[in-house]
């Protein structure tokens, strides 16, 4: 059985135990950086993906606007020709090649709509489908953020109580013990101590503790691991 200093000590060392992982907790905290990744790829496949939906549906709106402005001005000519306005036979026979020339080029418009017809729904098709799985990234992300936040305010809260707590458990704790304490817990990431097993192995690093080491810890000595070097707590008990 462990001296009641090194227990008080031992409670101390959960403490801190805890407080590491804390720490290591926040450290990891998932903030759906995956999640962001995956959203940032995604957008980029709508760059070109979207963007050529885009552009698709910019050049059949621009082609629209032609054809309607080509079908104005045949009209327009039309109304010329047969008004009653204009009868020199020259003048007749321009608008005449005019409105040929414009008839000429609708049809061509026309081609390029139907062309346009063709290859703009299956392209908006993709397109869609990449935002609404950006979207759904996106809700992904922002539910991820609140779970952090709800993650890290539990954290902080545990951290809060865990140091609270320190200066009661280190009450009761010689001054030479604390101290060789401290000094190992600064060098070893956080973590001062650990139990001894069963089969005499120390339960930090897995190093067999010596005979004479394992003597020392009945007779309520402080001994540290040859390997690791933090201070051992032992109890016939611990498995």
Request: net charge positive; with cysteine; aromatic share 2%.
């Amino acid at each position: 059985m462990a001296s009641a200093e090194l227990m008080r000590l031992w409670k101390l060392n959960q403490v801190d135990v805890g407080l590491v992982e804390v720490r290591l907790k926040a450290a990891n905290l998932d903030v759906g950086k995956k999640i962001a990744a995956e959203m940032a790829e995604l957008k980029k496949q709508d760059d070109e993906i979207g963007g050529k939906a885009r552009k698709l549906q910019a050049d059949l709106t621009d082609l629209e606007i032609m054809q309607k402005g080509i079908d104005e001005k045949i009209k327009r000519i039309d109304k010329q020709l047969f008004g009653g306005t204009i009868v020199n036979p020259r003048e007749v026979e321009n608008l005449e090649k005019e409105i040929a020339a414009l008839k000429r080029q609708r049809d061509a418009t026309d081609a390029k709509i139907l062309q346009l017809w063709e290859v703009l729904p299956p392209a908006k098709e993709a397109a869609g489908k990449l935002d609404a799985q950006i979207a759904e990234k996106q809700k992904q992300l922002a539910e991820r953020k609140k779970a952090a936040l709800v993650e890290r305010t539990a954290l902080e809260a545990e951290f809060a109580r865990l140091n609270k707590l320190r200066p009661e458990v280190v009450k009761g704790i010689g001054p030479g013990l604390m101290n060789k304490y401290e000094g190992i817990r600064q060098r070893m990431g956080g973590v001062g101590m650990a139990e001894v097993t069963r089969r005499h192995t120390c339960s930090g690093c897995g190093t067999i503790i010596a005979a004479r080491s394992v003597q020392s810890l009945t007779e309520d000595k402080v001994v540290t691991c040859e390997s690791c070097h933090k201070i051992l707590y032992y109890t016939e008990g611990v498995v």
